[in-house]
């Protein structure tokens, strides 16, 4: 099982002062309720803390606390934001997670594999 789940990608910077558009991989609203992510960079995983959440289209536009410029974070594109499991968004009953279901066995109701 993961213990950190993608909520997006982040596409591009906006405007100049650090801002950054985000395809959001959850339902957008989540970022509301967000404090910080985990922007896996490849080599490490960077804690940063939500400032401000926008809209734009189908993106979201997010602000991080202590970065100001687009040269701080223009480095960044294309790396995922994540959060940690204990963070997560409650599921309803028979609701998964895609990170629980890649690699399960599927088997058809009469037990044959799929």
Same mark, same amino acid.
């Given at each position: 099982?993961?213990?950190?789940?993608?909520?997006?990608?982040?596409?591009?910077?906006?405007?100049?002062?650090?801002?950054?558009?985000?395809?959001?991989?959850?339902?957008?609203?989540?970022?509301?309720?967000? /404090?910080?992510?985990?922007?896996?960079?490849?080599?490490?995983?960077?804690?940063?803390?939500?400032?401000?959440?926008?809209?734009?289209?189908?993106?979201?536009?997010?602000?991080?606390?202590?970065?100001?410029?687009?040269?701080?974070?223009?480095?960044?594109?294309?790396?995922?934001?994540?959060?940690?499991?204990?963070?997560?968004?409650?599921? /309803? /009953?028979? /609701?998964?997670?895609?990170?629980?279901?890649?690699?399960?066995?599927?088997?058809?109701?009469?037990?044959?594999?799929?």
């Amino acid at each position: 099982m993961e213990d950190l789940l993608k909520v997006g990608v982040i596409t591009t910077t906006h405007g100049i002062r650090g801002e950054v558009k985000v395809y959001p991989t959850t339902d957008a609203d989540r970022f509301l309720d967000l /404090e910080y992510v985990l922007l896996d960079t490849g080599r490490e995983k960077r804690k940063l803390e939500i400032e401000n959440v926008k809209y734009f289209k189908n993106l979201v536009i997010l602000k991080f606390r202590g970065i100001d410029n687009i040269n701080d974070i223009e480095r960044y594109k294309r790396c995922p934001l994540l959060v940690e499991r204990k963070d997560a968004v409650e599921l /309803e /009953e028979d /609701e998964y997670f895609i990170a629980d279901m890649i690699g399960i066995e599927v088997v058809t109701e009469d037990d044959k594999p799929f």
